[in-house]
């Protein structure tokens, strides 16, 4: 992203302007001698030049840098979204001080984390009091508050998201007000915080229910994806966690399962060794071969079968949900009432041969529970999660807008986090409880203090 000298010297005003709000102390040593530091998301994707990018080191402080920021301001992770949540040409924001164990209780397995922690940093902690999440998604870059905002998530038919598993937590309005909400104080605005978008405020102290530590079983192989989708209903019915991760210009898929077990844990093995990192860079170097030559890709591809072979893996659960991720890419991800995913995968599969769509990145389609939440994709319906990818290299813009229609007919929501092009007035079709989030945002921050771009268009505020 190009900015200009004008650009440069207005943000720099703006902070100037930040700075003298600051008075003495501790917040003047936070906003002095900014800089103006770009800001670029994991994938590359999306970006933006913040006229200010601070880290309150406490709430006190957290408080004073938002009832004194003037303009937007947005909160930032990991910045493993691939939507536009986090751009802004005001503040962003991190929580990166808000992090860590902060309580729990070995009675209702219940903990506490600060809601800057990121999740790759939860597992251990937890084991180490006898706990842990009952469900993870593959991926544990994100930071917690993060990850429930965007209802990310696992799979596994009698598994939410982690904002299904979240039973209190801390938000800082657009005011200054700190509330403490669960299902007794402050409701309707636990109900709408589970996932917010970062639009409500910021979320400071997350309460997780959690189980008792425990130990999984990895195990992968390589089937016809035809064969699966005939089978969902055993794969998902006989094991705790299921998916496939669908080559597509194949006839194959890669098949996981993940279940509990009281196996002694296998030697631990580096990210590149992982299955489903050495499936996707086989799959890179037949690309490579094969792309020009359509006749033959198919069989090329098609002979994975005869060199994949992927040994068990045992450990605590964080280390077996959780995978590195060695190839950067872009993502859409819609999910699908759970009836309709297979009808949905064969669709986007059959485009994707008939029209040779360029694309080689595995397609993951994954099962998750219903939960009761406004804003969660899963709000009242079990549901069939189908993720698109392609490579950060390689343009997405065409390929995702051939398949997302297909989602629509299928009455998909979009992944929060994910690329997607709907407005505010298609997603609240699809949304039955829209208006109670919008109304529970617009009594907490009705100027837009949280809003950037994205989340107007996504909201519908102007």
Not at 275 to 301: C, W
Not at 357 to 380: C, H, N
Request: hydrophobic residues 40%; negative net charge; aromatic residues 8%.
């Amino acid at each position: 992203m190009d900015y200009s000298r004008r650009q440069w010297l207005q943000r720099a005003g703006v902070v100037a302007a930040f700075t003298a709000l600051g008075g003495q102390g501790a917040l003047a040593d936070l906003m002095r001698a900014p800089r103006l530091i770009p800001w670029r998301n994991w994938s590359g994707a999306q970006s933006c030049l913040p006229a200010a990018r601070l880290a309150p080191k406490d709430l006190d402080e957290l408080v004073q840098v938002v009832t004194r920021a003037e303009g937007r301001i947005r909160p930032v992770g990991s910045g493993h979204s691939f939507s536009a949540l986090v751009p802004t040409d005001g503040t962003l924001l991190s929580l990166s001080f808000f992090s860590g164990l902060l309580d729990h209780d070995a009675a209702s397995l219940q903990a506490e984390f600060g809601g800057g922690t990121p999740m790759s940093r939860m597992g251990p902690v937890l084991k180490a009091i006898g706990q842990a999440l009952p469900n993870m998604a593959d991926v544990d870059y994100q930071t917690l508050a993060g990850a429930i905002a965007t209802s990310t998530h696992g799979t596994g038919k009698a598994f939410g998201s982690y904002a299904s598993q979240v039973v209190g937590l801390q938000l800082v309005t657009a005011g200054g007000e700190v509330l403490d909400c669960d299902a007794n104080r402050h409701p309707e605005v636990f109900k709408a915080g589970r996932v917010s978008l970062g639009a409500l405020g910021l979320v400071t102290r997350v309460r997780l229910q959690n189980r008792a530590a425990y130990r999984l079983r990895e195990r992968q192989w390589v089937a016809k994806t035809e064969e699966l989708l005939e089978d969902v209903e055993a794969n998902t019915r006989d094991n705790q966690h299921w998916e496939m991760q669908v080559v597509t210009h194949s006839d194959y898929a890669l098949s996981i399962t993940l279940n509990e077990t009281t196996d002694p844990a296998t030697p631990p093995i580096s990210p590149e060794e992982e299955g489903g990192n050495e499936f996707v860079t086989l799959i890179e170097k037949l690309d490579k071969y094969g792309s020009d030559f359509p006749a033959i890709r198919r069989s090329l591809l098609n002979s994975l079968r005869l060199v994949a072979d992927f040994d068990d893996r045992v450990g605590d659960s964080h280390d077996i949900y959780a995978n590195a991720r060695t190839v950067r890419f872009n993502e859409m991800e819609y999910s699908v009432p759970a009836e309709h995913g297979p009808a949905c995968l064969r669709e986007i599969l059959a485009l994707i041969r008939d029209k040779d769509l360029r694309t080689w990145f595995p397609i993951e389609y994954r099962y998750v529970k219903a939960d009761d939440i406004p804003l969660s994709m899963f709000e009242g319906r079990d549901s069939c999660s189908i993720s698109v990818h392609q490579h950060y290299q390689m343009d997405h813009h065409n390929f995702f807008a051939a398949i997302e229609p297909i989602f629509w007919k299928y009455q998909g929501r979009p992944h929060w986090g994910k690329l997607h092009s709907l407005n505010a007035r298609a997603l609240q079709a699809l949304y039955p409880r829209w208006n109670e989030f919008t109304q529970v945002r617009q009594a907490l921050d009705p100027a837009g203090k949280f809003l950037n771009g994205h989340l107007s268009t996504i909201l519908g505020v102007s």
